[in-house]
T-cell receptor, first 114, second 113 residues
Framework: AQSVTQLGSHVSVSEGALVLLRCNYSSSVPPYLFWYVQYPNQGLQLLLK??????LVKGINGFEAEFKKSETSFHLTKPSAHMSDAAEYFCAVSGGGSARQLTFGSGTQLTVLP | KAGVTQTPRYLIKTRGQQVTLSCSPI?????VSWYQQTPGQGLQFLFE???????NKGNFPGRFSGRQFSNSRSEMNVSTLELGDSALYLCASSTGHNQETQYFGPGTRLLVL
């Protein structure tokens, strides 16, 4: 069985500060990991995806994430927050019985303070 | 390429009614998955269709069903609606190959009164 834990349901940062959103996963098989972002009243937009090609994954809008197998983590970072980054962020894992079924974390609401 | 489209965007129903939601995947995508998003349970996988066949199913009661047409468009049906079915229903499409990215539509927000 697979699972994802996102630490911190709400994170607040100041504009220009580092963004760090935490994700830990559990998987019995080599995982594929994703970060999605959801803006109000919208669907999910893919930020980045880990597929074992490289442990440091760069995504859109300046986000990146590092896969650490020893820590079973896939934390999302951005060096400098922008007001437009305010949204809800979801970490997800796929693999196992159905590689196309995504298991999501509970989400982290990011607030960016001026 | 046009993205995933879902209709309707908003829906209000009463308990006991049934509802059908529609999803049109990205052109060329043959896999459509459905997810339910609620504040209490988060994002949960409902089922996946590929080439008109249900390929995978989540842990939802039989009131939730779906189908896929030959043009890959998919519909999801919920019968005998309950208050707890109020949610955002998201559809995602992909090529259908393992580990391929799923692209999500804007969702249909269902309110059951």
């Amino acid at each position: 069985a697979q699972s994802v834990t996102q630490l911190g349901s709400h994170v607040s940062v100041s504009e220009g500060a580092l963004v760090l959103l935490r994700c830990n996963y559990s998987s019995s098989v080599p995982p594929y990991l994703f970060w999605y972002v959801q803006y109000p009243n919208q669907g999910l937009q893919l930020l980045l995806k880990y597929t074992s090609a490289a442990t440091l994954v760069k995504g859109i809008n300046g986000f990146e994430a590092e896969f650490k197998k020893s820590e079973t983590s896939f934390h999302l970072t951005k060096p400098s927050a922008h007001m437009s980054d305010a949204a809800e962020y979801f970490c997800a894992v796929s693999g196992g019985g159905s590689a196309r079924q995504l298991t999501f974390g509970s989400g982290t609401q990011l607030t960016v303070l001026p | 390429k046009a993205g995933v489209t879902q209709t309707p965007r908003y829906l209000i129903k009463t308990r006991g009614q049934q509802v059908t939601l529609s999803c049109s995947p990205i052109s060329g995508h043959r896999s459509v998955s459905w997810y339910q998003q609620t504040p209490g349970q988060g994002l949960q996988f409902l089922f996946e269709y590929f080439s008109e066949t249900q390929r995978n199913k989540g842990n939802f009661p039989g009131r939730f069903s779906g189908r896929q047409f030959s043009n890959s468009r998919s519909e999801m049906n919920v019968s005998t609606l309950e208050l707890g079915d109020s949610a955002l229903y998201l559809c995602a499409s992909s090529t259908g190959h393992n580990q391929e990215t799923q692209y999500f539509g804007p969702g249909t927000r269902l309110l059951v009164l």
